[in-house]
């Protein structure tokens, strides 16, 4: 696996001696600025400071080349499309454009839908999906990692074995995959708090990874957008720059321009993804909405004017009001192809060379090499799927003093399966090899969701 950003573990010395010139260069101009020589000096200390500043900020993890920018996608599999049956009618479905990456969430410690399908009320998630997917076998993924309530325990360790399973999860997709732990931070819905926590929280994470060798992940810091232009307060989250491979931040309105991200970025030389964005409040199904006018064109103009920092945008194609946990905020539907003029002028947009879609150079791009052997590896498990079970199989669920009411068993092509249960057993009659979704309901009505695989 082969990741080119080498070159920033020296270049820290650099940039110190040109700081040290500039200082030089400012001593000498208090008394002879007027003179020719110490005005070439001073450009000459300025120009090559810029040009290994630049180079510096190119050094990040996953970086798109040439001042390009990721497009991704989300924020559910109904969202983007291109799945079987309820989650076929998206993104994909209607534009037929994939993007460069697609948006999923899990938490921690449960690492729901990660491995198996679940729903927040939210639409249905499911990372592993994504990866099976043949539509976005060249696309990254970009997780949403949820630490809500559970800072202090990952801080101490409780979580560790949670986090190894994520870990070695991530190294076996095989791709980038942006991890935004902990997004929207500074939010008070998700009460990060005491910040001291967070930050020993994100950077546990980080270094379990690194213990376990995950390699193909980068770090998002991703605040809520709502921070104003001075980086002060959200500070106080940080987890150093060690830990953080790229700044984000949530853009919903035109006024919440990340304006202290962007500060941060310069100052910090990392690169900015705008890691949620949507018009919020617009019904873009509506035929005379003014929402390209109102918001796509100076988001896309923000995008553009931004000096190159920022290098990633994550859209949210929703329809919001029809979602059980945001029916009746006011969200919308922000859901591009329910517009032709939206549909139309996204497309004109999204196809300009600055963009990263989804495409065989997409991993190069971002520094990414595929490692061979782990590609042989897929090969032959797409090959168990051809052999069938013999016996009926007893499935022991995890339902922790809860037994079962019902139950259903579902393959990842849509196709129910008969199943019977007794207590906290569940028993499918044979079935093709393959991955199968158990949807199960518990006697005190609470829904469990969990993922088994056939492979004998």
Known sequence: MKNNYAFCGNLSYIVICIHVINGIALFVDTRLFYQRKTMKFITSATLIFAFFSTMYSQTAKFLPT????????????????????????????????????????????????????????????????????????????????????????????????AIIELGNWVKSTNRPVFIRIGYEFDGGWNNYNPPGD???????????????GVENFATVWQSSGYEGSDPTHILSWYPGDEYVDWLGYSHFHNNSNGAAMMALSKTKNKPIMIAESTPKGYKISDPNTPVWNDWFKPFFSHIHNSDHRIRAVAYINNNWDVQPMWAGQGWGDTRVEMNETVKSQWLLEVSKN??????????????????????????????????????????????????????????????????????????????????YIVNLTSKTGKIFNEKIVISQ
């Open 354 to 435: 600055i963009w990263l879609n989804g495409s065989d150079s997409l991993f190069k791009q971002l520094g990414f090499e595929v490692s061979i052997s782990q590609r042989k590896s897929v090969t032959s498990t797409k090959k168990s799927i051809l052999k069938r079970t013999k016996e009926p199989m007893v499935y022991s669920v995890h339902c922790p003093n809860a037994s079962l009411h019902s139950a259903s068993v579902i393959s990842v092509s849509g196709q129910k399966r008969g199943c019977f249960i007794n207590g906290k057993t569940l028993t499918v009659p044979i079935l093709s090899s393959g991955i």
């Open 66 to 161: 040439n001042n390009r920018v990721l497009l991704i996608v989300g924020q559910d599999l109904g969202a983007v499309g291109g799945f079987v049956e309820p989650n076929n009618n998206g993104y994909f479905d209607h534009l037929k454009h994939v993007p460069g990456g697609v948006t999923t969430y899990s938490c921690l410690p449960y690492l729901n839908g990660l491995k198996y399908l679940d729903n927040y009320g939210s639409g249905d998630v499911f990372a592993q999906a994504i990866i099976d997917n043949p539509t976005y076998k060249n696309s990254v993924l970009a997780i949403g990692l949820s630490l809500k309530g559970e800072i202090t325990n990952i801080a101490d360790g409780v979580h560790d074995n």
């Open 198 to 212: 967070y930050i020993l929280s994100f950077r546990r994470i980080v270094d379990v990874f690194k213990d376990i």
